[in-house]
C-alpha cells in the first residue's frame, strides 16, 4: 500500500457509520414526534388504538382501556429519553466517521465501541420480531470490530 493510502474498508466503514447516523436522526425524530402526539392527543390515541384492536377479526378479549392507559403513561416520559439518546448516538456515529477518514485513532477506538455496544444491543434483539436485523447488525458490527482491532493493515494505518 502507497503512503497517504488506506484500506477501502475504512471508507465503507465511515459510510456505514454514516449510514446509522441517518437511521438514528429519523428514529430520534420518530421518538419526538410519538411523544408530541401521546402527550397531546393521549385519549384520542387510546380510542383509535382500542377501535382498531377490537375490529381485529377474531378479537374476543384483550386490552382495557386502563390498561392501555396505564402503558401510555408509562412510556410516555421514556419517548424523548429515547429521542435524545439517538441524537447522542447520532453525533457520535457522525463524529467518528468524519475522523476516521482522517485516520485518528481515537475515532478508529470509539468505531470499534459503539460496534460492541451494537453487538450487545442485537443480543438483546435476537429474540424479538425484529430478528432479521438484530443478525444483521450484529454481523456487521462483529466484522468492524473484529476488522478495526486484529488487522494488521489498519494498524499500520493508525500508528
Given amino acids: 500500500m502507497k503512503k497517504g493510502e488506506y484500506p477501502k474498508a475504512i471508507t465503507a466503514i465511515a459510510v456505514w ?50 390498561q392501555l392507559r396505564k402503558g401510555l403513561n408509562a412510556i410516555e416520559p421514556l419517548l424523548p429519553v429515547m429521542g435524545v439518546a439517538c441524537l447522542m448516538f447520532m453525533l457520535l456515529y457522525a463524529v467518528s466517521s468524519i475522523f476516521i477518514l482522517k485516520r485518528k485513532n481515537w475515532a478508529r477506538l470509539s468505531h470499534v ?25 450484529f454481523s456487521v458490527d462483529i466484522a468492524i470490530a473484529g476488522y478495526l482491532l486484529f488487522s494488521n493493515s489498519v494498524k499500520k494505518v493508525f500508528k
Fill in 113 to 137: 465501541i459503539l460496534a460492541i455496544l451494537g453487538i450487545l444491543g442485537s443480543a438483546v434483539f435476537i429474540v424479538s420480531p425484529l430478528f432479521f436485523w438484530a443478525i444483521l447488525n
Fill in 17 to 66: 457509520g454514516f449510514l446509522v447516523a441517518v437511521v438514528l436522526l429519523f428514529s430520534a425524530i420518530g421518538f419526538f414526534s410519538a411523544y408530541s402526539v401521546v402527550h397531546s392527543q393521549k385519549d384520542a390515541v387510546i380510542n383509535e388504538t382500542l377501535a382498531q384492536i377490537q375490529a381485529t377479526p377474531g378479537y374476543t378479549s384483550g386490552i382495557s382501556e386502563v
